[in-house]
């Protein structure tokens, strides 16, 4: 085996699917047993005012990458997995994951908080003219 950049970038992929599934996995019990609402559906770094609606949602896109994630770990070191094969799987869950996450605190917050915030925001600057 020669180390070039791919070996690099396959390791890095490798290393930091560790800390994804700690963080997922640990939001996931966060929010389905401490109850924990601070984390679910944010948008700016903030949730929406009805967090509890959407918990189920934030919590089983966290659980379900969180296992999936912890299932190409487990199949890698005990070899059960190709290379192309784990990369996909790894690469695809993580992308889902993100633009879920993404989706859902948008769909949560709605439009209507920032319209009004524009419109205020817009208002500000008129009366400062």
Not at 86 to 107: D, E, P
Request: charged letters at 20%; a positive charge.
């Amino acid at each position: 085996m020669v180390f070039d950049v791919s070996v690099a970038l396959t390791w890095i992929l490798f290393l930091a699917l560790f800390p994804m599934a700690y963080f997922w996995l640990r939001r996931a019990w966060r929010i389905g047993v401490k109850r924990d609402f601070s984390e679910v559906a944010l948008k700016r770094g903030e949730p929406p005012a009805d967090a509890a609606r959407w918990a189920p949602y934030e919590l089983m896109i966290n659980l379900l990458a969180g296992v999936i994630v912890v299932y190409v770990i487990v199949s890698v070191v005990l070899g059960l997995l190709d290379f192309e094969t784990w990369n996909a799987v790894a690469g695809t869950t993580i992308w889902c994951k993100f633009f879920a996450s993404f989706a859902l605190g948008r769909q949560a917050h709605g439009l209507g908080a920032r319209q009004a915030s524009d419109k205020a925001a817009a208002a500000a600057r008129t009366q400062r003219s």
